[in-house]
T-cell receptor
Framework: AQTVTQSQPEMSVQEAETVTLSCTYD???????LFWYKQPPSRQMILVIR??????QNATENRFSVNFQKAAKSFSLKISDSQLGDAAMYFC?????????????FGGGTRLMVKP | DTGVSQDPRHKITKRGQNVTFRCDPI?????LYWYRQTLGQGPEFLTY????????KSRLLSDRFSAERPKGSFSTLEIQRTEQGDSAMYLC??????????????FGPGTRLLVL
């Protein structure tokens, strides 16, 4: 079974600054994928970034990047140049091949507040 | 808008009543997932379909929960004899799973259920 843990229930960042959200996971699988999803207030969840476990290079998507530490089973999200629109719940999630399709296992979430 | 849609968006019911939720996936998406999200938590996987086949249902919370996806298009999630503990957000997601590495789940806005 997979577990995902987000140890920061809330984080705040000043607009234009950088913030890092933490995530640790546990899995016995060798082929797995990791994700960060964003859930704005009263809006649907959207994918921010994904990381394939077999890739050593950290994924980046514009202002969003990850620090994937496979041995430590750590997967943090860095948001650079934070914007007011980044305020949301952020969920770390994992999946692995052939387990109920690609069912996602989510962490408990981190609420990010962005101060103007 | 060609995203995932869910109906209704909100449902208030009395304990013991049956409720049914509908999810319309993105056109041509072959996989459809149901998740439950309780307040302050990350989503929890319930079941999924590959086309019209329900390939995993062991995570449904009890035998009061059932799901269908006739003809591989829209899906319904039914909860019979609702209990107060069923109060939650029910999320639907769909994906085009050609091969696992490229699968991205697109989420709908959810149906928020309140059982009185």
């Amino acid at each position: 079974a997979q577990t995902v843990t987000q140890s920061q229930p809330e984080m705040s960042v000043q607009e234009a600054e950088t913030v890092t959200l933490s995530c640790t996971y546990d899995t016995s699988e060798s082929d797995y994928y990791l994700f960060w999803y964003k859930q704005p207030p009263s809006r649907q969840m959207i994918l921010v970034i994904r990381q394939e476990a077999y890739k050593q290079q950290n994924a980046t998507e514009n202002r969003f990047s990850v620090n994937f530490q496979k041995a430590a089973k750590s997967f943090s999200l860095k948001i650079s140049d934070s914007q007011l629109g980044d305020a949301a719940m952020y969920f770390c999630a994992s999946t692995h091949l052939y387990n109920a399709g690609n069912m996602l296992t989510f962490g408990g979430g981190t609420r990010l507040m962005v101060k103007p | 808008d060609t995203g995932v849609s869910q109906d209704p968006r909100h449902k208030i019911t009395k304990r013991g009543q049956n409720v049914t939720f509908r999810c319309d996936p993105i056109s041509e998406h072959n996989r459809l997932y149901w998740y439950r999200q309780t307040l302050g938590q990350g989503p929890e996987f319930l079941t999924y379909f590959q086309n019209e086949a329900q390939l995993e249902k062991s995570r449904l919370l009890s035998d009061r929960f059932s799901a269908e996806r006739p003809k591989g298009s829209f899906s319904t999630l039914e909860i019979q004899r609702t209990e107060q503990g069923d109060s939650a957000m029910y999320l639907c997601a769909s994906s085009l799973a050609l091969w696992a590495a490229q699968e991205t789940q697109y989420f709908g806005p959810g149906t928020r259920l309140l059982v009185l």
